[in-house]
């Protein structure tokens, strides 16, 4: 009965980490919407209603990561948080069955001898005195 509930849970707070994902993104939105509007009433009362384009222009291209970060590519499903679930099932799909042709072929091939590294040494050593005698 604790399973369900172990899984509810973790569901639950996947949803949660996505929505404080999202809501960061919006108040990054909200902060540059903000932000620009105060920028170009005080440029244009200034008299330079433009000083202040390339901050905008580079902080505009920093939200656009933001959102295909937190929502993926516009217009296609890759980046998204469903298509990163979709992966790593595949991905786990993928492993479980290669485990199990891995598991096979343990089953089925026949066991390496075993080889006593103490006698390997022994007669790397008699190898090494020999060659020095010469």
Not at 50 to 62: H, I, N, R, Y
Not at 89 to 117: C, F, N, Q, S
């Amino acid at each position: 009965m604790d399973r369900p509930n172990e899984t509810d849970e973790r569901y639950y707070l996947l949803a949660k980490r996505r929505v404080q994902k999202k809501k960061r993104f919006f108040n990054h939105l909200k902060a540059f919407v903000i932000v620009n509007v105060v920028m170009s009433i005080i440029m244009m009362l200034d008299g330079d209603p433009f000083d202040f384009l390339p901050a905008t222009l580079f902080w505009g291209m920093g939200l656009a990561f933001h959102y295909v970060r937190v929502f993926g590519i516009p217009g296609t499903n890759i980046l998204t948080p469903e298509w990163e679930d979709e992966e790593i099932e595949k991905e786990m799909e993928r492993i479980r069955g290669k485990r199990i042709v891995e598991k096979e072929e343990e089953m089925t091939a026949p066991l390496p001898p075993v080889k006593d590294e103490s006698l390997e040494l022994k007669e790397l050593r008699k190898n090494y005195d020999e060659q020095d005698l010469v």
